[in-house]
């Protein structure tokens, strides 16, 4: 089982960045997947979800509007697009797979958005 995150950067406030997360080893579209963030000297925060077959997404409330996951159940693969991005989104995001009581992580990308 693997989930390779990637996409992570540099980036001025109000720019954007595409994350990906490349899952193999499972079957992917059975899975819920999600990203998560934590920030230095903070809990790790869920900020997207999206359902096995993309039908339905929740966000954090400091990402509507700017952030929206998708998913690729073809190429196992899971996006974050993160728009208007602010000195407050720097952290390091990791997607997770979720089917009932199993759970796998990347291994995280981070994200850096200067003032």
């Known amino acids: 089982v693997q989930l390779v995150d990637s996409g992570g950067g540099l980036v001025q406030a109000g720019g954007s960045l595409r994350l990906s997360c490349a899952a193999s080893g499972f079957t992917f579209s059975s899975y819920a997947m999600s990203w998560y963030r934590q920030a230095p000297g903070k809990e790790r925060e869920l900020v997207a979800a999206?359902?096995?077959?993309?039908?339905?997404?929740n966000y954090a409330d400091s990402v509507k509007g700017r952030f929206t996951i998708s998913r690729d159940n073809a190429k196992n693969t899971v996006y974050l697009e993160m728009n208007s991005l602010k000195p407050e989104d720097t952290a390091v995001y990791y997607c997770?797979?979720?089917?009932?009581?199993?759970?796998?992580w990347g291994q995280g990308t981070q994200v850096t958005v200067s003032s």
């Open positions: 997770n797979a979720k089917f009932y009581l199993i759970s796998y």
């Open positions: 999206i359902t096995t077959a993309g039908g339905s997404t």
